[in-house]
């Protein structure tokens, strides 16, 4: 494989698709000389089948605004890549939704998926609508003529989405509620569905639980643990929730969250009653964190500004794609910053990345760091084809061994002479090797 003659023909066929361009290009690098050990994956061209998603369903979803106006949204399902099983992964609805977004993502997914050691292939979804300010009502129609279209080509055994940005078990509900509707079958095709619709428990705390189980294993390494680091994260959504929620129960100082408007510097920390409220700002479905600092007079709000200035161990950026760059990374590193874990997607730039790595700061790559929420959604997949529901413990305690896994894998293919783990690189090859192999054994297909 030559990644810049791959890169130029990806580039010509998808112009200005840079979030994924970004992310192939970072896989690559990170695999060029392992895939090229091994003659068998350049005659099945293993890399260009793996990077192209095998079909992508796109459609409009028209529905009616609590005024009676007719709204037109841009939906999409791209299943990516079912060598390891069935087509799984999220739904996204915000206004920057697009191809190149979607594309990035169930990219992503594939890679991740096969990191969990559970038997998923790859896929992502979504649409362009805004859910923000929009009624109980305008959401269901929504979700109701989403499913419309996308029910056609899911299932238990062939595509599985759950949730991610703008989409909660809320949403899930409404969504699996309609497929139910047409389908006259209730089975296990969506996770991060509610408890009492045969949902996972820990299913919406586990991307942020698994992050910092994820966080714990890195610092094992070095004798070390999260119990005492000062925390800064970012988002204050579903995964930021699961990251303080755990980081806080550990013992960790949690100082600061944000939003689109800013972030908020918690000196005296989070504790269990704002982590809780992290929930209601949520929920308000306004997309601002500055009331925090009016329900907790001591925290200050930051107008416009991310929480990479403020000084912590740890760093966790759980609200999108590449919201952490190369100056963010210089003032993590001047403050003493040793760990950034990737909770959201991709949301450091390769420049940051390769700037934290030549510091040899601990760095988790999203794919294998936040893979404890996907992960769950495989629990949730295999108890609702059991028909049975394991306790919080149970859901937990494998939750805990995946992401030792995972870490293992990681450390497995990443860890350099000097002892430093280049997680990025291990994931990358640890999550490739495997659907590679599943792909040669499946001929070309
Ligand atoms: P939520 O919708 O619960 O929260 C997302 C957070 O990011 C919110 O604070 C949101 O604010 C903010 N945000 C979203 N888009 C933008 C943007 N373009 N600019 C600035 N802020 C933005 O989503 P999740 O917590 O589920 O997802 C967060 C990240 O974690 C994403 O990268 C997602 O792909 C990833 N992820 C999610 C998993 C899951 O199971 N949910 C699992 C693993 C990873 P607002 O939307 O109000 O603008
Ligand atoms: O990015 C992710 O891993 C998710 N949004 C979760 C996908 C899933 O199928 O649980």
């Known amino acids: 494989m030559n990644v810049d003659k791959i890169m130029i023909a990806l580039e010509k066929r998808n112009p200005n698709q840079t979030e994924y361009l970004q992310a192939v290009r970072d896989v690559l690098e990170s695999i060029e000389d392992v895939y090229n050990e091994n003659a068998r994956f350049e005659n099945a061209s293993i ?26 949204n841009h939906g999409y399902r791209i ?4 060598a390891i099983g069935p087509y799984k992964g999220g739904l996204r ?3 920057s939704v697009n191809l190149s977004i979607l594309k990035f993502l169930g990219f992503e997914q594939t890679l991740k998926n096969s990191l969990t050691t559970l038997p998923m292939g790859g896929a992502m979804g979504g649409a362009d609508f805004d859910p923000k300010g929009k009624s109980q009502s305008e959401l269901m129609r929504f979700c109701q003529s989403f499913m419309l279209e996308m029910w056609r080509i899911i299932g238990p055994d062939t595509d599985v989405p759950a949730g991610d940005i703008g989409v909660g078990s809320k949403e899930v509900g409404y969504l699996f509620g309609m497929y139910k509707k047409l389908s006259g079958s209730h089975n296990g095709v969506f996770t991060g569905k509610g408890v009492a619709s045969s949902g996972s428990l820990i299913r919406s705390e586990s991307s942020g639980y698994g992050a910092v189980y994820f966080v714990n294993e890195m610092l094992r390494n070095t004798s070390d643990s999260i119990c005492g680091k000062r925390v800064a994260i970012s988002g204050f959504g579903n995964v930021s929730w699961g990251v303080a929620k755990k980081a806080v129960a ?3 100082k949690v100082v600061t969250i944000s939003g689109p408007d ?26 601002i ?21 403020v000084k912590c161990d740890i760093a966790f950026p ?53 893979a404890g929420g996907v992960a769950t959604s495989g629990l949730e997949m295999t108890q609702n084809a059991m028909k049975i529901s394991w306790s919080e413990e149970e859901v937990d305690t494998r939750l805990q061994r995946i992401m030792h896994d995972i870490h293992t894998l990681c450390a497995t293919y990443g860890t350099r002479e000097d002892g430093y783990v280049d997680y990025v690189k291990g994931a990358n090859i640890a999550g490739f090797l495997k659907i590679a192999n599943a792909m040669l054994e499946q001929g070309i297909v």
């Not at 299943?79 to 079912?82: M, R, T």
């Not at 510097?265 to 306004?286: A, F, I, Q, T």
């Not at 990737?342 to 936040?370: R, W, Y």
């Open 289 to 309: 964190v500055k009331p925090y600092s009016y329900e907790f007079e001591d925290a200050e709000f930051h107008p416009g500004a991310k929480p990479w200035e």
């Open 93 to 95: 609805f915000h206004p």
């Open 47 to 72: 890399i260009e089948r793996l990077i192209e998603p095998d079909r992508i369903l796109s459609f409009k979803v028209p529905w009616l605004d609590d005024e009676g106006r007719v709204q037109i």
């Open 250 to 252: 550990l013992g960790a």
């Open 318 to 370: 759980c609200a999108t794609e590449n919201e952490l760059d190369i100056n963010d990374a210089r003032a993590l590193i001047r403050n003493g910053c040793t760990c950034v874990c990737e909770g959201a997607n991709m949301p450091c730039t390769s420049e940051a990345i390769d700037l934290l790595q030549t510091h040899k700061v601990l760095f988790a790559p999203g794919k294998a760091a936040n």
């Open 79 to 82: 299943q990516y890549n079912n």
């Open 262 to 287: 800013g972030y908020i510097y918690d000196k005296d920390g989070l504790d269990e009653r704002k982590v809780d409220y992290m929930l209601e700002l949520r929920s308000s479905n306004e997309d």
